[in-house]
């Protein structure tokens, strides 16, 4: 198993590497431009930044940032998931740091909700060999790199492990059916876990099936507090 991790790391880095030279020049082709006004030199930029619409009715006990329903916000999702744009996670790790701040702030205050780890949701070791990377590790990462240096919180992209290939959620249409696709799909180590404050970060929430497997994976591995947070719903 461990050797396992270790051969899809390997691909994994491998895989981002060449993707970044493979992206640098495809831009240097074709530059960006931003996916709403069309300006130059940017996928996003800062005015349209600030026209997002933000989420709206997302599953209880979910908190999600922007409107999955914005074509911008649609657009940037589906480059980032399936096109490989990283950019979008930059993007959309700015935009989600200070929402988070301000979720985190009365967290903090009321519930000792300090000394955080944000854990992405993993992808089954098939789909990370076949995409390459996890969308929900670099826009964590991205969340990060906005805060470095205030030390808000640190990453762990193994603390939460995916024990069972499961079906596409986006092939199923019924609520029921989602939730009951990813019970035991995750798994986490008790002796990691223990009394620890953490942050589940996932692209886009529909039921909140996934995140909810999650909690309930870190939650019986002793895990003091789990937040679950979306970019999009």
């Given amino acids: 198993m461990l050797r396992q991790s270790r051969i899809v790391r390997i691909i994994s880095d491998t895989h981002s590497f060449v993707h970044t ?3 640098h020049f495809l831009d240097f082709l074709f530059p960006l431009s931003c996916a709403s006004c069309g300006r130059a030199g940017t996928l996003l930029c ?7 619409s933000l989420a709206q009715g997302a599953p209880g006990g979910v908190v999600s940032f922007f409107d999955y329903r914005d074509p911008v916000v ?4 589906w480059e980032l998931k399936y096109r490989g744009k990283y950019g979008w996670a930059d993007i959309f790790g700015a935009l989600a740091y200070e929402k988070l701040l301000e979720e985190l702030s009365d967290a903090a205050l009321f519930d000792d909700f300090r000394n955080l780890i944000i854990v ?10 076949e995409r390459g990377y996890n969308q929900s590790a670099l826009l964590a990462r991205a969340v990060a790199e906005e805060d470095a240096g205030a030390n808000t ?5 193994k603390m939460l492990v995916r024990v069972r290939e499961t079906e596409s959620q986006m092939e199923i249409k019924n609520r029921a059916k989602r939730l009951a696709n990813m019970v035991g799909a ?6 990691i876990v223990q009394g620890k404050n953490i942050i589940v970060l996932d692209d886009v929430s529909t ?3 996934t995140l909810y497997a999650c909690r309930e994976a870190l939650i019986s591995a002793g895990a003091r507090q789990v937040m679950l947070i979306s970019i999009a719903h």
Avoid: H, N
């Fill in 74 to 77: 649609r657009r940037g999702i």
């Fill in 120 to 129: 992405p949701v993993p992808l089954a070791p098939k789909r990370l060999r």
């Fill in 21 to 23: 030279i493979i992206t």
């Fill in 207 to 209: 039921t909140g099936a």
């Fill in 186 to 191: 995750f798994s986490a180590d008790p002796a």
């Fill in 46 to 52: 800062g005015v349209c930044m600030e026209r997002v």
């Fill in 153 to 157: 919180f640190t990453i762990d992209e």
